[in-house]
């Protein structure tokens, strides 16, 4: 995603739990601030997420991060960027 984040969830989330992206800085481990109205969800046609976009701060992108999509409090997906 342009000047964000892209992240798949894997099969089986919960189409009833909240769909949620948590970003975290891959070398300190602290979490990165990011605008929850920048979050867009794609579902699928059960109504399971299938795909989460986040704009993240210019700040952000310059550091190694990793992301977990989350369906509810529980991970379902994870990624890391350079």
Do not use: I
Not at 19 to 43: E, F, I, K, Q, S
Not at 50 to 78: C, D, H, N, Q
């Amino acid at each position: 995603a342009r000047g964000g984040v892209a992240v798949a969830f894997a099969p089986g989330a919960d189409p009833r739990a909240r769909p949620g992206v948590l970003v975290v800085d891959a070398t300190t481990g602290r979490p990165v601030a990011t605008d929850p109205n920048a979050l867009t969800v794609r579902r699928g046609p059960d109504g399971a997420p299938r795909e989460a976009r986040l704009a993240l701060p210019t700040e952000a992108r310059r550091r190694p991060l990793r992301v977990l999509a989350l369906s509810g409090l529980t991970p379902v997906a994870e990624a890391r960027l350079p």
